[in-house]
């Protein structure tokens, strides 16, 4: 690989940074254009970014951001709440017999985020969410790339399958844990016979 | 017992009626009388109850519709039903028994015909090759039937239509892919459990010899002609075996990762939000082994610097700025007062620790600096006798020292070096 980047080839950079730079996801769904030389000129944009210092993240399934190891408390907090308020959506809508793995076809309403809410209650109360703010955690999704607006209905972008594999993946680690403890406790009764 | 020609015409005449029938059969095994006026009356709007009930018993008459023993519900004519599938492509799913039962049959009537080969019985092998060719018909209906019911449930899996629930839909798809599909994969498979090419392509050679054998010995020519039809039939039937079991892998594959997906995530959000409700949110969600995934961004805070309105004021000032003219001062020959104030106390400190033991250090003091000042001196004394360089011992008579301007009463301090002290 040569060691020049041609930067006039790369004629969505400053979009591109601009988005990145202020935590919103680049989905392939919503700005076909752009991702199109970011996928095929990925080699170039990745390795200026890392002379930048900056870590850049391309997904397959249609979604890039800079990642960032060190995580502000308030970041953290954010991506809590989003994680609450696309597990509240999913469950609500796995229960209403759609589809999971299309979620990027949901109309998202208000009455949607109501139906949610209510199958909810208890936890989102716990965590002082109203129904209301649950409306606005969207609107922050939105401008960090994980949902759009399409004339005042929401759908949600391919970013938030980051949420479905955090979710996979804890999921996944219970599960060993649970088989882990039950290998121990039989073990242990074993060894009780045996002595 | 309706004549064939009577049925014929009544498929004609009430053909809508008759596919509407087939169609809701799959949900309604029977028929009551409401339900068959009221399919009636969707199609003939314009005709009156006597009317409706007139036409649904001239489909009884011509075996369309058939009683029920011992109910008033009738049923679709079985025949009537597969033939307006068929033609609707309304199928359903064949089992892949019956398919494997059927090519099971070429085996046995390959061997048939090589038998007939061997015996030069030309009525044993016309039998054959018509059976034969029979049967790879059937074969072949079967498979475009299967494959159509396939993308049928395929649709209806991936439609939108929330009347029939997803689970349903789902495990239609998984059901189809393990009782179709799989054992139809394994049937074409080119490895050894695979039955299908090798009766195919048995039949084939077999099909080939027997053609050879008839040109050699001059058979009729219309035997030779049928025993080609059913070769390529054979050909043919290869051919369609291979696309059909690729395409339904083709369709159902993805619905089938879809569906475990689906069902994957199901269950995680499911469990984790139980989670959330006993730990909280934030305990739920972090962990040490998957703190990789937990999603997180880089937002760069962009700190701005705006200037204020104070400064156009600073500005402005600047600009306007005159220099206040001070006088410089002059400079005039005169006595230099308080010079010998002046003394270097690191050189007095090298003197004091050659001079020790010293018996008085006032005296000391006086005597080696006599232009100091008397504030001066005692402040030295003061700073000299806690010196941590040497001992001061605080003697216990008094005395009294005179300076330049004040007489001291006090009691002397003599000096001496660590060591000295000790001994």
Redesign the interface.
Known sequence: MSNTIDLNALTKLSNVFKD??????INRVEDPSVWVELEEAREEYCSLFESLG??LRIDGRGFA????DE??SK??KT??????LF??I??AQ?D??????RFE?WPINRDLLKAAYEL?Q??LQ??NLSVDDLFNLLERAAR?GFARNEHGTWYLLPAVC??????????Q??STRLTIYQTTTEDKLHGGDEA | MATPKSLVAHLHKHWEIIEELARISREHLIFDDDLLLKVVARFMPQTDDEERAGVVRSLLNADILLPLSRSTSVQLNVLILEFVRGLSKEHELGLSDVLKAKIEAIKRLTDQLAEALEDHDPDLMKRSAIQLSDLLRQITQQLEQDRHAILELAEQAKS?D?SI???KRYRAVLEAYDQYVEPMNEMMDSGLKGAFYPYIERAEKVLDKAMEVLSARGALYTQRLQLRQVAYQVKELRRLGRIVAQQCADILLPLRD?VR??N??????????G???KK???R??S?K??NE????????RRIRISLGDEIRSIMAAAQDYEPAAEAFPESFEGPCEGMQDFIDENQLREQLKADLPIENLMTWLQHRHPTLSDPIILRLYHDLVRDPLWIAELSESQTMTRLRSVKVTYNPHRLTTPHEHVS
Not at chain 2, 264 to 273: N, Y
């Open positions: 990145l730079s202020n935590g919103k996801h900056f870590d951001w800079f990642h960032n995580i502000s970041i953290r991506s809590q709440q989003f994680a609450l597990m509240v999913f469950d796995a209403a017999g759609k589809p999971l793995m076809e909810h208890d936890v716990a965590e960090l980051r949420y479905l594999d955090h979710f996979e993946a804890l999921f680690e219970s | 939108s929330v629930p997803i689970q879809e997906q689906h994957e995530l199901s269950s995680a959000i499911s469990a984790l939000l989670q959330v409700r909280g949110l934030s739920s969600l962990s082994l998957s995934t937990f999603p997180v961004w880089r937002r760069e």
